[in-house]
Every structure is written in structure tokens, then in C-alpha cells.
């Protein structure tokens, strides 16, 4: 039995019905499985078998037990992912797999009820008896294989509250709503991407300074609320030394709010 065969297996074991896909694939693999994921078992003995006949089968998991957050970087998952952690904080441990192209699928027990199939922009959420994701070691069409960051055998973890509230089927946010919500978070976005190329603060080198400058520019450059701000502030604060609370950064961003007008020509100088 190849490894894929024997990691197929251990995936039935731990997380339920899998299936062959494609090699380097994500399609079912319609000589074995002709109802495609239909066919997906949990029969150790049926496995061996697929994975006999075509040891480069890739795996596919069924998530009738899971609820899978599938990030795609290509579409800005991972940013949306970064701030939504930000806005909520981190998730618990959880099984967590690299995809070939470089995404990431987040592993959780799957909760009662109905969902919706997307969280955020290039997030999309991956459950149910009828779907499936690709699963690690299995190859995708790059030659890169799956990889598992967080091994599937730590134990699956309830989905956060915020995370099913945002999955919740909900009634249409009013007309314009939905726009200007996207808007702020464009805004959010585009502001930590500058604060990236801002080398953070360091207490004894005028970490105040640097702070409020930081604080200054993503206020008057981005357009902003305060609590905007402080949201696009808190991962630029974490490469601070030491990071500043939360009520530190709030107190400098209604500092900086206070006190706009210094000269803008002297904040992108380094000067206060």
C-alpha cells in the first residue's frame, strides 16, 4: 500500500467516508467512484483496494462531520482571514493542512444547523455529506503536495461563535449597508499593508514617537474612524517592543486624532 492508500485509511479512522480523486487532481476518480462522492466509504477494505489499483490516487474527506475554512491567497483569503482574527481574536487548536496552492483548509466539528458556503472573500466554508476537500499527502497539479501544519490527529476543535454567526444564513443587511462594510474593511486592508512597510515601535527609541506618527498617518492617509484605526494598528503592534495594550493604542489613537493637524510633510520624515 502506497502512503497515499495508508493515509486514506487513517483519514476514514479519524474523520469519516473519503474517496479517490484524480491523481494530481480534484476530480472523483470515475473509474472507482462512478456516483463520485456518493461512493465515498469508510470501509477499510474497499480502500486497499482503490489505492491498490491506483496507488497515485489523491484523497478527497468528506465533510459530513466537518466544518472545513478553506483560505484561498489568490482570492485575498488570507488577508481577510488576518483581519477577521484581528477584529476577534485567534482560533483554537485545531487540525489545520497546507493546500497545494498554497492555501490553507481549518479543520472543526461540524455544528448543527445551516450554514452558508462563504465567511469572507476567498474564505469559503466547506461542509456537509456531499463535499469534500483535498486532503494531505495527496498532489496537486503543481507537483506540491498537501501538508499537514497541524496533524489531523490533535483533536477537532469547536468552531468559534463569531465564526458560525458569520455562517448563519441572516436577513439582508439593509440597502448600502453591505457596501459601506465592505468599503471600511477595504480601507482596514489597504491601511495594514502600509503599516507593514513601517518598522514598529521600540521602547527606549522613541517608541511613543513612532506610535503616534503610525497612528497619524493611518488616520489622515486612510480616511479611517477611530476604531478603524486601532483595528488596523493591533498587527503592526504586535511586532512592537514591547506591544502597547489595547486601551495604550486607543489612547494614542485618540491622541493622534486630537492633534491631526501637525505637519504631514514632517510625519512622513519621521518628525513629530
Known sequence: MTSLGRHAEQLARTFGAVLPLEPRGKAPLARLVRHGVANATTDIRVLSEWWQRFPDANIGLTCERLLVVDVD?????????????????????????????????????????????????????????RRYVVASPSVHASGKRYQWLIQPHVQLAEAPHWLIAAARPSVP??????????????????????????????????????????????????????????????????????????????????????????PWGALLRGGQ
Open 173 to 262: 443587511m439593509p440597502a448600502g449597508s453591505l457596501a459601506e462594510h465592505n468599503k471600511s474593511g477595504a480601507r482596514v486592508r489597504r491601511a495594514r499593508a502600509y503599516l507593514a512597510t513601517i518598522p514598529p515601535a521600540v521602547s527606549g527609541q522613541n517608541g511613543h514617537r513612532q506610535t503616534f506618527r503610525a497612528a497619524v498617518l493611518v488616520l489622515r492617509g486612510f480616511a479611517l474612524t477611530d476604531d478603524e484605526a486601532t483595528l488596523a494598528l493591533a498587527s503592526w503592534n504586535r511586532g512592537c517592543t514591547p506591544p502597547w495594550s489595547e486601551a495604550d493604542l486607543q489612547r494614542k489613537v485618540s491622541e493622534a486624532r486630537r492633534r491631526g493637524a501637525l
Open 73 to 129: 491567497p489568490r482570492n485575498n483569503g488570507d488577508a481577510e482571514l488576518a483581519l477577521l482574527l484581528a477584529t476577534h481574536g485567534d482560533i483554537p487548536r485545531t487540525p489545520r493542512a497546507r493546500t497545494g496552492s498554497g492555501g490553507e483548509h481549518i479543520f472543526f466539528r461540524r455544528p448543527n444547523g445551516e450554514l452558508s458556503g462563504k465567511l469572507a472573500p476567498g474564505i469559503d466554508l466547506v461542509h456537509g455529506p
